[in-house]
Nanobody, 127 residues
Framework: VQLQASGGGLVQAGGSLRLSCEFS????????MAWFRQAPGKEREFVAV??????????YYSDSVKGRFTISRDNAKNTVLLQMNSLTPEDTAVYYC???????????????????WGQGTKVTVSS
């Protein structure tokens, strides 16, 4: 499995960006796909996750992005998207997509649960 994230950039506060993560490998629909982010000097933190077919495609968000970010997946294109609206400077970070199978519900928000990671795409929100 290989993941390729893209779509980062510089945006003003209140603006929007859409991140994309392209999955290369087999059985994409079975994989749980997640986004994490890491701001300078901080630990990597969970942003959003969308479970694969085994998990019914359930979606979960961190409290800090709920209502502003939307995660979606296109199984035909092997792609997962993160639509980010109403961005604030606190959203500035490198965003990583992650993937794995067989993650239990209680572990979905933990980075250690994911074996496959993209290279990261930088998002900068100016005030």
């Amino acid at each position: 499995v290989q993941l390729q994230a893209s779509g980062g950039g510089l945006v003003q506060a209140g603006g929007s960006l859409r991140l994309s993560c392209e999955f290369s490998g087999r059985a994409f629909s079975r994989f749980t796909m997640a986004w994490f982010r890491q701001a300078p000097g901080k630990e990597r933190e969970f942003v959003a996750v969308k479970r694969g077919s085994g998990g019914g495609g359930a979606t979960y968000y961190s409290d800090s992005v709920k209502g502003r970010f939307t995660i979606s997946r296109d199984n035909a294109k092997n792609t997962v998207l993160l639509q980010m609206n109403s961005l604030t400077p606190e959203d500035t970070a490198v965003y990583y997509c992650a993937a794995d199978q067989g993650i239990i519900l209680s572990s979905l928000r933990q980075a250690i649960s994911y074996d496959y990671w993209g290279q990261g795409t930088k998002v900068t929100v100016s005030s």
